[in-house]
């Protein structure tokens, strides 16, 4: 399996961006998938996490209520909606497949490059 992420770039605060992940090599629509996040200096950490049929959603407090996770099986991309953007919320952002649903399953592939967002002050 191998995921792409694209969309990042650079916004001023309160401003907004979709964040879009192809997955390929791998039945999407079978997955439970994931955002996350790395920032200069930090630990990788998990922005939100959906169901392998979208039903459920869950989000790290820190975006609960600004973003929005959402899948297209027929395309087999992920999508994170980001709104209300922060300076804090400045990261490198990736996508990733759970071993099951939640915001503390494991990830099962490898990072791949990850798409940068700015935030600006």
């Known amino acids: 399996v191998q995921l792409q992420a694209f969309g990042g770039g650079l916004v001023q605060a309160g401003g907004s961006l979709k964040l879009s992940c192809a997955l390929s090599g791998g039945t999407f629509s079978r997955y439970a998938m994931g955002w996350f996040r790395q920032a200069p200096g930090k630990e990788r950490e998990v922005v939100a996490a959906?169901?392998?049929?979208?039903?459920?959603?869950d989000y790290a407090d820190s975006v609960k209520g600004r973003f929005t996770i959402f899948r297209d099986d027929a395309k087999s991309t992920l999508f994170l909606q980001l709104n209300s953007l922060k300076p804090e919320d400045t990261a490198v952002y990736y996508c990733?497949?759970?071993?099951?649903?939640?915001?503390?399953?494991?990830?099962?592939?490898?990072w791949g490059p990850g798409t940068q967002v700015t935030v600006s002050s």
């Open positions: 990733a497949v759970h071993r099951s649903y939640g915001l503390g399953s494991p990830v099962t592939t490898n």
């Open positions: 959906i169901s392998w049929r979208g039903e459920r959603t």
